[in-house]
């Protein structure tokens, strides 16, 4: 004869130990959170934060209407940071690639020495903001658009290596092993085998990258290191918000239209 | 019989740009731009030269770091980062699941839908920074203004991501638990939940990454942190102190990297 067995009238998820687990995951969550919000608002002032609504009703007010007139004395400074973002991608990208070729994984020349130092300078140029940089180099080399041009330059190194040199790994053995087995050099190998594969990928990286760079050279000059930002500091420095207002509807047509133009780039490469 | 005459050499076909006159036209136009662009760059050779000294002395601050002398303000500056990053997180995170849900189109009726992606578009649209600034404005200046513009940028990119996702599921799974009578939110917790959940931690541990990376920069206009202290370093030319904050800031990322790539894999 056989039992029947009992089976539960609802249905859970989980087990009870793993609920249990859940649970306590969570509880330790809320709690590093109370500790954490304790730690960070010690000396916050709150009679500011209530404040808060009228403030943000009184700049707001400010800032309403946008100064139109000062739209023509903002074309130079566009212009600049038009310039920065691109003749920093351009460097960042040749500093990037003989980066990526000693980080990959199939192409480095000695895995044991070069490869870590290779990847070291990518998590290095990746960690350190642009705007961080810009207030490295502004103190080295001065204010301008050349510290700009560099900032940039410096964090594009990290994340175009990155990228292209994940692409790099993910190259078709087989193709490569055509090209070696023709007897070619290890130049004829990377320019026949290596490059085109990877060609379409290095184009969509350096253009997605152009687009990152183009919103982050607006607001480097607030450390002073050219291009329209050194107009928002201007402008804030002196209260003009009108002025303001006009710098960042001029900022957000330019993030716009670049989004909009490395979207079609990419679109038309890959 | 003749044979065949083949050519000796062989030049690689062009792979993007096909059409000679494009290829001519582009490669010309890109030359006048450089030209036009790089006689726009005023550079000072003289402050350059002089800098270049200091540059030295940083790279020496950089190699021999003073982690010391400026203990007290680092790691001040380093609490205020690592909790405005961990709350900012939370509160971000909470906000914008049930705003990735109204922005799913194939879980929110037509208004709802266009009402949260415009707040998507508008909280991607603006740099942290230039947030940092009005928030520290209207806030005043401390970690509080910074936890705001941090909550803020998390929305935007958390429930973008999060909006794709669920419109990317498994329709099949959704029409199961449909087929069962079960209401709206019973929709969500079980067909929809299971499907995203993964993801959506992942997307916060990286988050939680890039939220620390930006709380480094937003100080730099008063909105508290680690930026704070590096900016008053760099301004009072204690390149060693920078060194050593910057040294804190790389290695701290490499942390976060590492510990999130895992605890992504553990979870998987």
């Known amino acids: 004869m056989t039992e029947i067995s009992h089976y539960s009238q609802t249905w859970a998820h989980r087990t009870p130990r793993a609920r249990l687990a859940l649970w306590t995951g969570w509880v330790a969550l809320v709690a590093l959170f109370l500790w954490c919000w304790q730690l960070m608002t010690e000396n916050t002032i709150w009679a500011f934060v209530w404040d808060a609504p009228r403030q943000a009703a009184d700049i707001g007010s400010r800032m309403m209407p946008p100064r139109l007139s000062y739209l023509p004395e903002l074309m130079v400074p566009l212009w600049d940071t038009l310039n920065i973002a691109t003749l920093g991608t351009i460097a960042g990208v040749i500093m990037a690639v003989p980066v990526a070729f000693l980080a990959a994984r199939n192409t480095t020349p000695s895995a044991r020495f070069l490869r870590p130092v290779a990847l070291f300078i990518i998590v290095a140029s990746r960690s350190i903001n642009s705007l961080i940089w810009a207030l490295l180099l502004v103190a080295i080399i001065g204010p301008g658009i050349l510290a700009g041009i560099v900032a940039i330059a410096l964090r594009s190194i990290g994340f175009v290596g990155k990228l292209l040199y994940e692409a790099i790994e993910e190259t078709d053995a087989k193709q490569i092993e055509a090209i070696e087995a023709t007897g070619a050099s290890a130049t004829q190998v990377l320019n026949y085998g290596i490059v085109p594969q990877i060609m379409p990928a290095f184009w969509g990286i350096s253009v997605f990258r152009w687009d990152i760079n183009i919103r982050e050279s607006t607001i480097l000059g607030l450390v002073g290191a050219g291009g329209i930002g050194l107009k928002l500091q201007a402008s804030l420095n002196v209260l003009a918000w009108p002025q303001v207002t006009v710098i960042l509807l001029l900022i957000l047509g330019t993030v716009v239209v670049s989004e909009w133009v490395s979207a079609k780039v990419r679109r038309a490469i890959i | ?268």
Do not use: H
């Open chain 2, 1 to 268: 019989m003749s044979t065949q005459e083949y050519p000796t050499t062989w030049r690689r076909p062009p792979q993007i740009v096909t059409d000679r006159r494009w290829r001519i036209a582009l490669q010309l136009g890109i030359l006048a731009y450089l030209v036009l662009a790089l006689g726009s760059v005023e550079v000072d050779w003289q402050r350059v030269s002089v800098g270049l000294e200091r540059g030295q002395r940083f790279i020496m601050g950089f190699l021999q770091p003073d982690f010391t002398s400026r203990w007290g303000d680092i790691s001040r500056g380093l609490v205020e980062s690592l909790t405005m990053t961990l709350t900012s997180t939370v509160v971000g995170v909470l906000i914008s699941v049930p705003i990735g849900i109204g922005a799913a189109r194939n879980l929110a009726p037509a208004w709802l839908y266009y009402v949260c992606r415009s707040i998507i578009a508008v909280s991607r649209a603006l740099q942290e920074i230039i947030i940092a600034i009005f928030l520290v404005a209207m806030f005043g200046f401390g970690p509080f203004a910074g936890f705001l513009t941090l909550s803020f940028a998390t929305i935007g990119f958390l429930a973008k991501l999060l909006a794709d996702d669920i419109e990317e599921i498994d329709e099949a799974q959704a029409e199961a638990i449909r087929a069962t009578g079960a209401s709206w939110w019973q929709l969500v917790n079980y067909a929809v939940q299971p499907q995203v959940m993964p993801r959506l931690i992942g997307l916060s541990l990286y988050r939680l990454d890039i939220n620390f990376r930006e709380s480094a920069v937003i100080g730099i206009v008063g909105a508290g942190g680690i930026g704070a202290t590096l900016n008053t370093a760099i301004d009072r030319y204690e390149y060693d102190s920078a060194g050593a904050i910057l040294l804190i800031i790389i290695g701290i990322v490499m942390i976060a990297e590492y510990g999130s790539s895992y605890l992504r894999k553990f979870l998987q």
